[in-house]
């Protein structure tokens, strides 16, 4: 069974960086990809990036692009998001995904973590 925890999520200031951490367990070859959702209070969960185990390329939502980084140590089996000149849109609920399927930056990953909270505000 796969397993997912976050760590590294804060409270930091407009433009302020934050790492998040993904440390999973259970990881197969049946895993495609890895990625992080995030969810806003009072919205849905939505993609905002993902990795492939295998050759490692990447994808990011358009709102992210230029400002975040995804990246994955296989040998470690972790995966990061490096999120730069963050802004209070940023603002959620952060979610490690990881599917079966090669779907973890839009659709419903098979595997979730608990979430680290990104808190953007003056």
């Known amino acids: 069974q796969v397993q997912l925890v976050e760590s590294g999520g804060g409270s930091v200031q407009p433009g302020g960086s934050l790492r998040l951490s993904c440390a999973a367990s259970g990881i197969t070859s049946d895993v495609k990809c890895m990625g992080w959702f995030r969810q806003a209070p009072g919205e849905g969960r939505k993609g905002v990036a993902a990795i492939y185990t295998t050759g490692g390329t990447t994808y990011y939502t358009n709102s992210v692009k230029g400002r975040f980084t995804i990246s994955q140590d296989n040998a470690k089996n972790m995966v990061y998001l490096e999120m730069d000149r963050l802004q209070p849109e940023d603002t959620a609920m952060y979610y490690c995904?990881?599917?079966?399927?090669?779907?973890?930056?839009?659709?419903?990953?098979?595997?979730w973590g608990q979430g680290t909270q990104v808190t953007v505000s003056s």
């Open positions: 995904v990881a599917d079966n399927g090669g779907r973890c930056l839009i659709g419903t990953p098979n595997y």
